[in-house]
């Protein structure tokens, strides 16, 4: 193995368990949608089932880590996993405290460092959008979404 698929192969290791929520070393459907998704693939809700199915090679409904290796190292190039790098790296300017999640506090001291200082309303509203399942904080799955969502409204590209 060359060094160039043993460092993307250590790149998605990394990348597949922060996106495996409950560390059990297997993505969930949802668990896998978003973990495409923040690597550019965007595969409707069907090919998303086709691709659970076909990528499932011991049938258990989930996607372990080699069986993700085998099923789009093919297709996966580096400029991918250099664009999730930097991703994560604009994630962790906003994330001070390094606890994987970016609270408001948190949020509104960037925006204001970088010369966009936010109104309680604008803070509210950013934070509303990025955080999809209501807990109070943006966790990297929901601003690597957010990021996705916002390229694809620039470009006028739809994202389902």
Do not use: C, W
Not at 38 to 60: H, V
Not at 71 to 79: K, R
Request: proline share 2%; net charge negative; no cysteine.
């Amino acid at each position: 193995m060359s060094t160039l698929q043993s460092d993307q192969i250590k790149q998605l290791n990394d990348i597949f368990n922060r996106f495996d929520m409950d560390a059990d070393g297997s993505l969930t459907l949802l668990e896998l949608a978003a973990l495409l998704r923040s690597l550019g693939i965007k595969p409707s809700g069907d090919e998303l089932y086709d691709l659970l199915s076909n990528m499932d090679n011991n049938g258990n409904g989930y996607i372990e880590f080699d069986e993700l290796v085998h099923a789009i190292m093919p297709d996966l190039n580096e400029q991918v996993l250099v664009n999730q790098e930097q991703l994560l790296e604009v994630f962790r300017s906003f994330d001070r405290d390094g606890n994987g999640y970016i609270t408001a506090p948190e949020l509104a001291g960037s925006m204001a460092k970088m010369g966009h200082p936010l109104t309680y309303n604008e803070l509210a509203t950013m934070m509303a959008q990025a955080d999809t399942n209501g807990d109070g904080v943006i966790s990297f799955n929901e601003f690597a979404a957010l990021m996705a969502k916002s390229a694809a409204d620039f470009l006028g590209i739809k994202v389902a």
